[in-house]
């Protein structure tokens, strides 16, 4: 799972989003509130969805460069996604924060789904809030994405990304076939640039490119770090890796 950035809207497009939110509140308080039918009509406008300066051209531009899915990382994201789903929460379907891009498989599992905590916390990890690997783990010889070990394993990270593994099935074969075959991709990109250093831009982009499913933090992280080749770029190129690591930190 990618972490998001998540970008500003066109001005016209927020305030789209803004008008259509206060006449959904209106209608709600009247009573008359059908989201449903309100979202589908909004989605056919042009600043919805026309292929530049709409919110889902610029959801597909937060997506990266192969635009996939913002929960499993592994399809096409092709839907606007309501992480507070819209039916039960309406005063949520036309704000910004609230909106996202999956794929089709991903918008059928969750439906209306929406596990909180105690609290009222969402228990699904928001990948525009928040680094998705605080709550995953990965194993990176079978590809499996994994929720975060931490103490008795009933901490609120853990929790987390447990429900996200759960209820997007992140266990399915096709997943982790990708991220097996993105981590292999990174461990190329490492050897190659040990192998032949080149400048730490032209690395960057190629790990950028590689990248497909955002496990470029988890690499650098605690585990990923003792891991060949990435131990070995770690024990040699200190500075370089500390640039990576900076870069990946400013782009949270
Ligand atoms: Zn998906």
């Known amino acids: 799972m990618r972490r998001i950035q998540r970008l500003p809207l066109s001005d016209t497009a927020a305030q789209y989003l803004e008008d259509r939110q206060t006449h959904a509140n209106a209608q709600r308080e009247q009573g008359t509130l059908d989201i ?11 600043k919805i969805s026309a292929p530049h300066h709409s919110i889902f051209s ?6 990266g460069p192969a635009q996939r899915c913002m929960y499993c990382s592994d399809s096409l994201g092709s839907d606007i996604e309501h992480f507070w789903p819209k039916t039960p929460y309406p005063e949520q379907a036309f704000h910004w924060p609230n909106l996202l891009l999956c794929c089709a498989r991903c918008g059928r599992l969750k439906g209306d789904r929406f596990p909180l905590d105690a609290n009222g ?7 525009s809030r928040e680094d998705p690997w605080c709550h995953l783990d990965l194993d990176p010889e079978v590809g499996t994405l994994l929720p975060k070990a931490i103490g008795d394993g009933a901490s609120a990270a853990a929790l987390k990304g447990q429900e996200t593994v759960r209820l997007f099935q992140l266990t399915a074969e096709a997943v982790q076939d990708g991220h097996r075959r993105t981590f292999r991709h990174l461990q190329r990109c490492v050897a190659d640039f040990l192998a ?8 960057w982009q190629n790990l950028q490119d590689q990248d ?3 496990l470029l933090p988890w690499c650098w992280g605690d585990i990923g770090r003792t ?18 690591s900076n870069r990946l930190n400013s782009a949270l």
């Open 121 to 127: 916390h969402p228990l699904l990890i928001n990948p």
């Open 196 to 203: 032949a250093p080149d400048t730490l831009d032209h690395f």
């Open 212 to 214: 497909v499913r955002g």
């Open 227 to 244: 891991l060949a080749p990435f131990s070995e770029l770690h024990q040699n190129h200190p500075e370089v890796w500390a640039e990576v």
């Open 58 to 63: 610029t959801l597909r531009q937060m997506a």
């Open 36 to 46: 449903e039918a309100r979202w589908k009509d909004a989605r056919q406008t042009d």
